[in-house]
């Protein structure tokens, strides 16, 4: 006795058996395109690092140190997303270039609106790097803060205060900002202001002054220290002084230490005094009576 096999459990079965072979034969064709590809990426990331590699050694003896880590790493991520389209291109031939790039499009789109924070720093520290406003070792002064580039990364920027403080400051805050470069010259002017007596000769005391600060090695000579009245105020005569020295933090106030004593030490020993607070008192009437009636 034979048992016979309804119709649709035949049908359902050859189905399967189709499906699995035409499974089969797709992934027995694409495993080579797989492989292929697999190789393509392991090359590209070689690539990369190589190129990297590379790139940071020659920009680093033209460019900063800054601008040579970041634009390797930029390169080298652009030989990543050449090589990965590449691989899905060998991996899925049906796929056009064009799909592939329309792809990239969106998906660059939602990551930009996802990231946009991230992306703008990014951009920012790029533009930072090309433009060179300021380089690693540069005193700057920007959003209120103080100090030494120690560097300038993809995303930040970070400098170490005078007072040996770390401040990270986002590069998109940094590049929309007015930014003080101290170190932009070779030398860099500085002022202070002092006072004499107001019965003093102003114009021997400003020539004793500039005679004085001819005498401290830092300050420069050309251009040269100047000395000027600049107010008369109640109880002096206020002289601002002008005077150039070296642009950095620490030598600027070694200097201006120097240049304001032996300024005093000169005018005190000719006989110019500085001046003492005075305080005038207004007696009121009522004062003035209690005086006479005591007298």
Not at 118 to 132: A, D, K, T, W, Y
Not at 162 to 187: H, M, W
Not at 227 to 233: K, P
Not at 237 to 251: G, L, M, N, S
Request: contains cysteine; negative net charge; proline residues 5%.
């Amino acid at each position: 006795m034979h048992l016979l096999r309804a119709p649709d459990e035949t049908d359902t079965t050859e189905e399967v058996a189709a499906s699995a072979n035409s499974i089969w034969d797709t992934a027995s064709n694409a495993l080579p395109r797989v492989g292929v590809a697999i190789a393509i990426v392991v090359i590209g990331w070689v690539a990369s690092r190589g190129l990297r590699a590379l790139l940071r050694h020659w920009w680093c003896h033209r460019q900063t140190p800054s601008f040579a880590e970041v634009m390797s790493k930029v390169a080298g991520w652009f030989v990543v997303v050449i090589v990965t389209l590449l691989a899905i291109a060998v991996t899925f031939p049906s796929v056009r270039p064009v799909d592939i790039l329309g792809g990239l499009g969106f998906f660059s789109l939602a990551i930009g609106f996802a990231f946009q924070d991230i992306l703008e720093n990014s951009l920012s520290g790029v533009l930072l790097l090309f433009r060179q406003p300021f380089r690693t070792g540069d005193q700057i002064e920007v959003q209120d803060r103080t100090g030494t580039v120690e560097a300038i990364t993809i995303r930040e920027t970070r400098l170490t205060t005078f007072d040996g403080q770390l401040v990270i400051i986002p590069n998109r805050d940094v590049y929309k900002s007015v930014i003080r470069v101290q170190t932009a010259y070779e030398v860099r002017r500085i002022e202070y202001v002092i006072g004499i007596a107001p019965d003093s000769d102003a114009d021997r005391a400003c020539e004793l002054i500039v005679s004085a600060l001819g005498d401290v090695a830092q300050v420069r000579r050309v251009p040269a220290p100047q000395a000027f009245v600049s107010r008369l105020a109640p109880s002096s005569v206020e002289v601002t002084v002008w005077y150039w020295t070296d642009p950095r933090q620490a030598d600027a106030i070694r200097t201006q230490h120097h240049a304001i004593t032996v300024a005093k030490d000169r005018l005190e020993r000719a006989g110019i005094t500085l001046p003492a607070d005075r305080l005038v008192v207004q007696p009121s009437d009522g004062l003035l009576a209690a005086l006479r009636s005591g007298e």
